[in-house]
């Protein structure tokens, strides 16, 4: 007895692999508020943000006040120049003669005179003895000549002793004043510096306060520029630690056998046929 098998001659069905897709989605109102922010957001990147301009302070009043002292040079030089030509005038030798004493000649003349009172004395009193011309007057007035000569000589030495002296003392005071104006000349140009340094110092406090203002003023406009952005940071941040809700959307694909529809519809009913035939096949059993 021929039996018909399940499925009949169908070729089998092609599957295709179900797919499911889902969309998270944030609640409508919140969704909303969070779109609106992306806007602003957009907007403010859409602006091009005006930089202030990076300024520096300029020079203080008392920095070009030591500018210009600066650029004066050589200070303490007419001092050095003096005390150079005092030194190299002392080197050159004292000069005795500007020390010399101007009346030498009237005491000369004055010694001389005396020695004539007394020649005339002396002759008064030989004639007044009868021995004028004889040998005792000769060696009184030779005597006279002497001492007067020798007072000429000492009185000559003494000037030029003194004049010696002076000069010497000049010439010293000379030396050592060249020195001082040297040194004065020095200290001059030190102190010159000196006061160059302090007023660059204060101006440059000076300018280090204006440009503190500058700066200042710049992150204040900064600051002024880039705010509309720390207030959309601030409610970006609020919507991110904000409650937050989502709806889940699913959408599933079936697979379908592919072929023909009445083909498949005939196999799987001769199949059933199939089943419903051997289930119900009389039983034959075998004499003993």
Known sequence: M???GGGGSSAPAAEVPSTTTQYLREAPGIEERKLGLMDIAAGLAQKPVALPSIQTAGLGALEQQGMTASGVTGVGQPTVGAGIGAVQSALGG????????PYQSYVTDEITRQAQMA????AGQAVGAG?????????????IERARQANI??????????AANLATQQQQLGLQGGQLLGQLGQQQQAMSQADINQLMAA???????AQQALDAQRQTQLQQAYEPYQRAEFLKNIYAAGPTSQSTITQTSTPMA????????A???LGAYATYSMLNRPTTTAPR
Do not use: K
């Open 2 to 4: 021929s039996i018909f």
């Open 94 to 101: 004292p000069n005795i003669n500007q020390f010399l004493n």
């Open 119 to 122: 020649q005339n004395q002396l």
């Open 131 to 143: 021995a004028f011309g004889g040998g005792r007057e000769g060696v009184q007035r030779a005597e």
């Open 153 to 162: 000589g000492q009185s000559m030495a003494t000037g030029f002793q003194t």
């Open 203 to 209: 101006g440059g406090l000076q300018r280090q306060l």
């Open 258 to 265: 592919t072929g023909n529809p009445l083909a498949q519809a």
């Open 267 to 269: 196999g799987a009913g």
